[in-house]
């Protein structure tokens, strides 16, 4: 049973540019989370999604981040016009029920912005 | 405002000396409390999930207990491969379902 796929797992961006960033959960879990991991800082909650619905986007910057997770697909977080201060890890974790008792975590993609 | 707040923020052993590692929390209504392991470039691994106060789970050298304020992981004669930071996060009954994490604490176990 394969864990939380991310992809890419490293990525450079220059300033301007846009960054696309997949997360396939689990096997049989249609709950996905993203987090953002800034250097030196905990980890931040961004937005929580079922298949074709974003349920709580209340740690997503207002201008620049979508998120989706399509019906069939992996889930996108979408930046675009990157900033430096975007330069993070950024994580998705998977959970197969709404309780959310059990989230797991894929290994990241670390965005550089240049 | 839900607050996880972790100390110390780095705590060094010797290799067979035991230790806990201290998560103090402040949420409106706990629905669970977790406990993540992270080693360097890796994501969090799932350690344990407690739920209410009183509750002790246990992995190897490893068991976390819970009460109204905080949560301790006790580190039972540590390993070097124990070394990595612990993650502590809570997730509030009126927020969905987000986990809010504390800045975590380094663990260095030295053979």
């Known amino acids: 049973n394969a864990g939380v796929m991310q992809n890419p797992r490293h990525l450079v961006r220059r300033r301007g540019q846009e960054a696309r960033l997949r997360c396939s959960p689990m096997?049989?879990?249609?709950?996905v989370y993203w987090y953002r991991q800034l250097p030196e800082e905990g980890l931040k909650f961004m937005v929580y999604l079922q298949k074709e619905n974003i349920i709580d986007e209340s740690g997503m910057p207002k201008e620049r981040f979508s998120a989706e997770f399509p019906k069939e697909g992996p889930s996108i977080l979408r930046i675009q016009q990157v900033v430096r201060g975007d330069s993070a890890a950024y994580f998705c974790a998977s959970s197969p029920r709404w309780e959310n008792t059990e989230a797991f975590f894929g290994q990241g993609t670390r965005l550089t912005v240049v | 405002e839900d607050q996880v707040t972790q100390s110390p923020e780095a705590l060094r052993l010797q290799e067979g000396e035991s230790s806990s590692l201290n998560c103090s929390y402040t949420v409106s209504g706990l629905r669970g409390l977790f406990w993540y392991r992270q080693d360097p470039g890796k994501g969090p691994e799932f350690l344990f999930t407690?739920?209410?106060a009183g509750e002790e789970k246990e992995k190897e050298r490893l068991k976390a207990t819970l009460t109204k304020k905080e949560s301790f992981l006790h580190i039972t004669a540590p390993k070097p491969e124990d070394s990595a930071t612990y993650l502590c996060?809570?997730?509030?009954?009126?927020?969905?379902?987000?986990?809010?994490f504390g800045g975590g604490t380094r663990l260095m176990v030295k053979p």
């Open positions: 996060a809570v997730q509030a009954a009126a927020a969905g379902n987000m986990l809010t």
């Open positions: 407690l739920y209410s």
């Open positions: 096997k049989g879990h249609s709950h």
